[in-house]
């Protein structure tokens, strides 16, 4: 973040305001902020920040929404999400036999919460950059494709045709993630609600092709771990 000295103050602030209400308005981040931060690049930065935290922009306090997605940080930083094996324990204890329909719909519902905790890691601003940093990293071979994605889940093709499939997808979301930034700034500067709203559709389409992408390269479970640890570590580095 450019010039991030001259304003880490007045972002404190904020985060500090937004944490307690669990919003702000964007009145309140545009007369926080210096004026001169205005590009892009800084702009995403501070928003990522609030994103991370949970603190959502909205025009009025009427608009502000509590949403709660299930899946939250625990105090120590580890994602606070459902155990399968503790799910499925308490399913069987709940009940004196179970059904295989039953077995199967318990079996549906551990693989949901870990879908939901795949979910909250790749749609993080934060993940997305480091899927383009391991993009530019493979590129310049300075990574093995097998050690970041699993290949053997692409539908058998050759690990040749894995790098450039996955390569081509990087490049995609690169471009998609700038036309993200773009439409934020956009967002933030829209003169009413009407057009807010309109940016705002159009960002969650974009968000939503990202998130698909991402999916699509087929990383392994490690690496899904990297970028969760990635998450919790930002976090602190926030608190402190």
């Known amino acids: 973040m450019s010039e991030k000295k001259a304003y880490t103050k007045e972002v ?35 928003m990522d920040l609030f994103s991370e935290k949970e603190i959502q922009l909205v025009d009025t306090e009427e608009d502000y929404q509590d949403a709660d997605d299930g899946v939250e940080f625990q105090e120590d930083g580890a994602l606070r999400s459902p155990d399968p094996v503790k799910m499925y324990l308490h399913e069987m204890g709940s009940v004196s036999l179970l059904s295989r329909e039953d077995e199967t719909e318990i079996a549906k519902r551990i693989e949901a919460g870990q879908r939901q905790i795949l979910n909250v890691i790749i749609n993080s601003p934060v993940t997305v950059k480091e899927v383009i940093q391991i993009g530019a990293a493979l590129k310049n071979g ?76 087929h990383f392994l479970p490690e690496q899904i771990e990297l970028f969760g640890n990635r998450l919790k570590e930002l976090k602190r580095q926030i608190e402190t």
Do not use: C, W
């Not at 404190?12 to 205005?38: H, Q, R």
């Open 12 to 46: 404190k602030k904020l985060i500090a305001m937004g944490k307690s209400k669990g919003y702000l308005t964007y009145e309140e981040v545009n007369d926080a902020l210096p004026e001169d931060m205005i590009t892009p690049d800084d702009l995403e930065d501070v």
């Open 142 to 217: 300075e990574i093995r494709l097998k050690d970041v994605v699993d290949i053997e889940d692409m539908f058998d093709i050759e690990e040749e045709s894995a790098g450039a499939k996955t390569l081509d997808t990087i490049s995609a979301i690169e471009t998609r993630q700038t036309d993200l930034k773009n439409l934020k700034v956009q967002f933030f500067h829209a003169p009413s609600s009407d057009e807010k709203e309109k940016i705002k559709h159009e960002m969650a389409k974009v968000s939503r092709d990202i998130v698909r992408m991402i999916h699509d390269i």
